[in-house]
């Protein structure tokens, strides 16, 4: 059984810019659904207006639904679902988050696809996040992909000749292009010994990225306090451990010596990103 969309009523949009995070497969600093988060704080007359409940198409064992209470007695269960909302950040835009279904994904799929249409999106944007080479004292650079070459074109989209497994997001993104709606995929590369922690840096590189390419007006003072502060706590936690110091310096030297952030080979003797996140992760947990 495929789940349905639910929707209560289409929303009087003008030209509105989708914007997409699905979690599961890679979302590397949670950039992706960070993004949705802060996006959904400051947007403009904001809608819940359609839902379509996972339950049937999700591991429950590694999605799990969660007990919150209502009312401070009634217990309410939320099953795993993907939401959709609109309001205005500039243009009219439509955020649609939720997990990556476990199976069905043809389906529901094409049910957004659907709505996109109907709400007359004239462009749309995946968000996520990937494990990079990279280190925490530099920018975070955001990677793009593109559903058509002309739009790669505009948007200095990276990898166009890529070929191998993908998410559902990419899918969509794929399916979107069909369709015949232009749709980037914007990837913050996050430091790979630091991709599962939260990162105010890479959100904070995908709304410029927004801010720039799809004119999203969104007040970025409380991201950049974060950013710095998330800076601190990483230095904090590396600051005593030379060894760990060195490795995050020949990651600076291998960025340093190649042109693009994609091509660098890690030095042979390079520690893992689980060995330098075992002592930086330490510092992060619980603040």
């Not at 969104?218 to 601190?232: G, P």
Request: aromatic fraction near 4%; charge should be negative; include cysteine.
């Amino acid at each position: 059984m495929s789940p349905s969309l639910e929707v209560d009523a289409l929303p009087q949009l003008r030209e509105p810019v989708l914007l997409v995070s699905l979690s599961g497969w890679v979302d590397a600093g949670l950039a992706g659904i960070g993004t949705i988060a802060v996006l959904r704080d400051h947007l403009g007359a904001a809608r819940r207006f359609a839902r379509m409940d996972l339950a049937d198409v999700m591991d429950l064992q590694q999605t799990r639904p969660t007990l919150r209470l209502e009312g401070g007695v009634q217990r309410v269960i939320d099953w795993p679902a993907i939401e959709l909302e609109a309001g205005n950040l500039g243009p009219d835009v439509v955020l649609c988050s939720g997990p990556e279904p476990s199976l069905r994904w043809r389906a529901v799929l094409t049910d957004l696809v659907g709505l996109a249409e109907q709400l007359g999106v004239r462009r749309a944007y995946t968000l996520g996040g990937i494990p990079a080479m990279a280190s925490h004292r530099r920018p975070v650079d955001v990677l793009t992909t593109a559903s058509s070459d002309d739009l790669a074109e505009e948007c200095g989209a990276w990898r166009q000749d890529y070929e191998g497994p993908v998410g559902a997001q990419s899918v969509l993104q794929f399916m979107l292009g069909q369709a015949g709606i232009p749709t980037v995929g914007l990837w913050a590369q996050v430091p790979h010994y630091l991709a599962a922690s939260a990162s105010p840096p890479a959100i904070r590189s995908l709304l410029v990225k927004l801010r720039d390419q799809a004119g999203i007006t969104v007040d970025l003072s409380e991201l950049e306090e974060q950013a710095i502060q998330y800076i601190q706590r990483v230095e904090a936690g590396v600051s005593e451990r030379l060894d760990v110091l060195e490795a995050i310096r020949a990651i600076e030297d291998a960025e340093d010596s190649t042109p693009r952030i994609e091509e660098v080979t890690p030095p042979e003797d390079l520690p893992s990103g689980d060995e330098l996140a075992s002592e930086i992760e330490r510092f992060l947990r619980g603040q």
